[in-house]
């Protein structure tokens, strides 16, 4: 015999998985489970779909996840030092040499309307992103029922989803509502002219989804209701209209924090720093400050557009910093 007979092989890979068990003191594998996985049981190829429902008084969300884009840590935050970054990194048990972006948008049932907050990257953003529409669909809606699509900003990871590489737009039914601070800075012609370089290709980005439309796009302003229980707060910083949402149902609250902040590992965690898609640092660590001191105070859910999925949870103070606890999951809505 060339090779070792497969009854010897699976004892030796039973004596194996025995002294493992010896040395962790645990109940050895029956011969049934160690021996080697049938064709059945071949690895599988994803997550379970990327949906999250919960509940805000009479308001039903369901956070719909678009997948991750890496990003290296070198120059990530713009003022500090690789090295304190790495280490707020180890303090969460989370990579040292770059940090997965994760993307998640809400969906708001409401009084029979469907409404979306932020549209995510469509097929436009990495290869490891754009799993929006499958989740979506997975959680039972179709894009043809939203009524409503709030955008928060206007990067692309949050706008690129509404219309497609193709020029298509992915929601025909639903009314567009942005903040008008924000189109009025993004759709400046002056302003694009006089952009740098490097930021050319965002105002493009802007045109590329919202022009086609544009006519119909309606811009609201900050502290007024824009639909039942949907209030938007201005949170300048991240860009110059760049807004949070107050939903109200009954005594329940919650704010949806967009991109207050960048991962809260970093950023929560150390709201004074500033990650490189910030377009006024200062500007957006103050709204940072602010805004965690608020729903810390309050102890007001929060969701977040990019912290781990289902991205929502309650912000706790921490020495100079706070710290996000995630709700529990739970399988009832
Ligand atoms: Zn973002």
């Not at 002219?193 to 900050?222: I, L, S, W, Y």
């Not at 377009?279 to 001191?293: E, I, K, S, V």
Request: charged share 20%; no cysteine; proline share 8%.
């Amino acid at each position: 015999m060339h090779s070792i007979p497969l009854s010897r092989r699976t004892a030796l890979a039973g004596s194996a998985a025995l002294a493992a068990a010896a040395a962790l003191d645990v109940p050895a594998p029956s011969p049934a489970l160690a021996q080697a996985p049938t064709a059945g049981q071949a690895p599988a190829a994803g997550q379970a779909p990327g949906f999250y429902r919960y509940k805000i008084g009479d308001i039903t969300l369901t956070a719909i996840h678009d997948g991750f884009g890496r990003r290296p840590l070198e120059g990530f935050v713009r003022n500090a030092e690789l090295a304190d970054v790495k280490k707020a990194m180890a303090e969460a048990f989370l990579p040292q040499d770059a940090l997965s972006i994760t993307f998640t948008t809400l969906a708001i049932q409401q009084g029979g309307k469907l409404t979306l907050i932020d549209t995510g990257n469509g097929d436009s953003g990495a290869p490891t992103s754009g799993t929006w529409m499958a989740n979506f669909k997975a959680a039972g809606f179709d894009p043809k029922d939203v009524s409503s699509v709030v955008f928060s900003h206007f990067h692309g990871d949050h706008i690129n989803g509404f219309r497609l590489k193709d020029g298509s737009a992915v929601f025909p039914n639903a009314e567009v509502m942005v903040p008008a601070a924000e189109w009025a800075f993004w759709m400046d012609d002056a302003r694009m002219n006089a952009a740098p370089e490097g930021m050319k290709g965002a105002f493009a980005g802007v045109r590329r989804v919202f022009g086609p439309g544009a006519k119909d796009v309606k811009q609201f302003e900050p502290g007024k209701e824009i639909l039942p229980g949907l209030t938007p707060i201005a949170a300048p910083g991240h860009t110059p209209g760049h807004t949070v949402f107050a939903l109200a149902s009954g005594k329940d609250r919650m704010m949806i924090m967009s991109d207050t902040t960048n991962h809260p590992a970093l950023f929560v965690r150390n709201p004074d720093w500033s990650a490189v898609f910030d377009m006024d640092g200062p500007q957006a660590a103050a709204t940072r400050r602010r805004l965690l001191d608020m729903v810390s105070a309050e102890r007001m859910q929060v969701a977040f557009y990019h912290a781990p999925f289902p991205a929502v949870g309650f912000i706790a103070k921490d020495g100079n910093g706070f710290e996000m606890v995630p709700v529990q999951w739970s399988s009832a809505i």
